[in-house]
T-cell receptor
Framework: GAVVSQHPSRVICKSGTSVKIECRSL??????MFWYRQFPKQSLMLMAT?????????EQGVEKDKFLINHASLTLSTLTVTSAHPEDSSFYIC?????????????FGPGTRLTVL | GQNIDQPTEMTATEGAIVQINCTYQ??????LFWYQQHAGEAPTFLSY??LDGLEEKGRFSSFLSRSKGYSYLLLKELQMKDSASYLC??????????WGAGTKLIIKP
């Protein structure tokens, strides 16, 4: 199957700093990438849908100025958590959608664990 | 390398029972998730197992054997709305999520 990577895998930062998380589709082009957040033992919460070359679509309740998403190429989307606070500590997961050869599949990244002190 | 195996597709009849297996080889183990995903929607959490044994939650049960690197999701009294993809994901020693490719479950009347 197709591979999606995330970097970094873990990050610890001080309150008030900004953190950038990268999501890459390694062997396919993804016109659409999704960003999720997961709280312990709960469902993945969709934060936003990122389309290459256009502005991301944010889910209700997600602050677009706090969670900046950039999808500059068909293989890379970034999520920047600005002015992070302890309540932003979570597991952030991206997925990439592959539309090719009649297939429509979604592949998930390994996640980034963010801890804000 | 790290690997999660689950069947690509399964078919079952409404009202029946189906078991979806997941085997894994990962660097360390910090728990296993099962998610349900309907087409076009975000995955929905079903279960989280970190200790061996069976956990029952309504019509859905999940089993884990850490020594065998094996888990299954058991769905009873199948309903048409259970038609979905079922994703198995393991948390490795670095707390990374290793995802299976998902099992597409088709329920027939």
């Amino acid at each position: 199957g197709a591979v999606v990577s995330q970097h970094p895998s873990r990050v610890i930062c001080k309150s008030g700093t900004s953190v950038k998380i990268e999501c890459r589709s390694l062997d396919f082009q993804a016109t659409t990438m999704f960003w999720y957040r997961q709280f312990p033992k709960q469902s993945l919460m969709l934060m936003a849908t990122s389309n290459e070359g256009s502005k991301a679509t944010y889910e209700q309740g997600v602050e677009k100025d706090k969670f900046l998403i950039n999808h500059a190429s068909l293989t890379l989307s970034t999520l920047t958590v600005t002015s992070a606070h302890p309540e932003d500590s979570s597991f952030y997961i991206c997925s990439a959608r592959e539309l090719a050869g009649g297939r429509d599949e979604q592949f998930f990244g390994p996640g980034t664990r963010l801890t804000v002190l | 390398g790290q690997n999660i195996d689950q069947p690509t597709e399964m078919t079952a009849t409404e009202g029946a029972i189906v078991q979806i297996n997941c085997t894994y080889q990962t660097s360390g183990f910090n728990g296993l998730f099962w998610y349900q995903q309907h087409a076009g929607e975000a995955p929905t959490f079903l279960s989280y197992n970190v200790l061996d044994g069976l956990e029952e939650k309504g019509r859905f049960s999940s089993f884990l054997s850490r020594s065998k690197g094996y888990s299954y999701l058991l769905l009873k009294e199948l309903q048409m709305k259970d038609s979905a993809s079922y994703l198995c994901a393991v948390v490795d020693s670095n707390y990374q999520l290793i995802w299976g490719a998902g099992t597409k479950l088709i329920i027939k009347p």
